[in-house]
């Protein structure tokens, strides 16, 4: 297949285009290179013979045109998105240019080629989306495909327009779709503004750690890698007009993923341990979310899809992988340092 894979630079997509030029995909890589996205990501594969890169923003409705015709991929993978629900707080306004207008310009942008070409069966555009758009849970349950939306913070609500979107495009026009919902991510790549990557880089300077609250919200963690490999699954064997959650099966409070990381440090790094002397609980965020949980129940009985690396492999992973490549953090926190997270 050619895949026209948006937000390819990020830790995501990059992660999605590593996976696809692996499996001998030809990949179009459309970004266009915000403050989370970086090149470095998908260098191992820059040079296949199968691989391009358009820097385009996905609100150019007439770049977005000369993209599809230049290029004329079998397949869209949009993940491109504002996906930091600290800076969605403070900033509200960008999350919905990208996840929202971003989203609506893409959708129409593939449409008018999809049209043009014959409206061909086997084209698919896959929107890969969030665990976050179906609120907070409380101590029990899971989210399932049916699982109502209730949005809670300004990132959430736009990811939900946007899955909204995606379906409408779908039942209105006959597009055909594929969906998906996953659960936090972590692993290599992740740009250190998110919880795992701060609390590595933190640690390895003798910095505080902050932990929201007192770290009693529950994740379901999913490895990139492992996302990856569903993501490309889905995009293949998916049901038209079908969502699929996609989750780690890897639940863990805050608390206990910050301690799992310390500890992880203590081994590698004994002459600064212990780490987690270094955890400071602040303020929590407002709208914070509890609880997630995926039921992966669809993709792995439809799909035969299943998480492959546990949480404590991950992490020791991910940690080693930061201790390995500092060439590549090293000029990235200075960006990641400009809190912009609302705490009141």
Not at 302 to 314: A, F, K, N, Y
């Amino acid at each position: 297949m050619k895949i026209l894979v948006t937000g390819g630079a990020g830790f995501i997509g990059s992660a999605v285009i590593r996976q696809a030029i692996r499996e001998g995909h030809d990949v179009v890589n459309v970004d266009c290179l915000t403050y989370a996205a970086n090149l470095a990501n998908v260098a191992q594969v820059s040079d296949a013979p199968g691989y391009a890169f358009e820097q385009v923003s996905i609100t150019d409705r007439p770049e977005l045109d000369r993209v599809f015709a230049t290029h004329r991929p079998d397949a869209v993978m949009h993940l491109a998105a504002e996906s930091h629900v600290d800076r969605s707080i403070d900033g509200p306004a960008a999350f919905i240019e990208t996840n929202v207008t971003g989203t609506y310009t893409l959708l129409e942008a593939a449409r008018l080629y999809w049209t043009a070409n014959g409206r061909p069966e086997d084209f698919r555009f896959h929107h890969i989306s969030t665990d976050e758009v179906f609120g907070s849970l409380g101590p029990e349950g899971k989210f399932t495909e049916d699982t109502p939306y209730d949005p809670r913070s300004p990132y959430s609500a736009s990811k939900a327009s946007s899955d909204h979107l995606v379906r409408a495009w779908h039942e209105t026009y006959g597009l055909p779709v594929v969906l998906t919902n996953c659960s936090n991510n972590y692993g290599p790549f992740h740009f250190p503004e998110k919880l795992i990557p701060v609390v590595i880089l933190n640690a390895l300077h003798g910095r505080p750690i902050p932990v929201y609250g007192a770290g009693e919200n529950v994740r379901d963690w999913l490895y990139v890698e492992d996302h990856a490999d569903a993501l490309l699954l889905v995009l293949q064997k998916g049901k038209v007009g079908r969502s699929y959650n996609i989750g780690g099966e890897n639940e863990a409070r805050n608390i206990d993923l910050v301690r799992t990381i310390c500890a992880l440090l203590d081994q590698r790094r004994p002459d600064a341990a212990p780490h987690d002397r270094l955890i400071v609980f602040v303020t929590d965020r407002p709208g914070h979310d509890l609880r997630y949980a995926i039921d992966p129940t669809r993709i792995r009985e439809e799909l035969g899809w299943r998480p492959s690396v546990t949480l404590e492999q991950g992490l020791a992973r991910t940690v080693d992988w930061y201790l390995a490549n500092e060439d590549w953090w090293r000029p990235l926190l200075e960006v990641a340092m400009e809190r912009r997270g609302t705490k009141s």
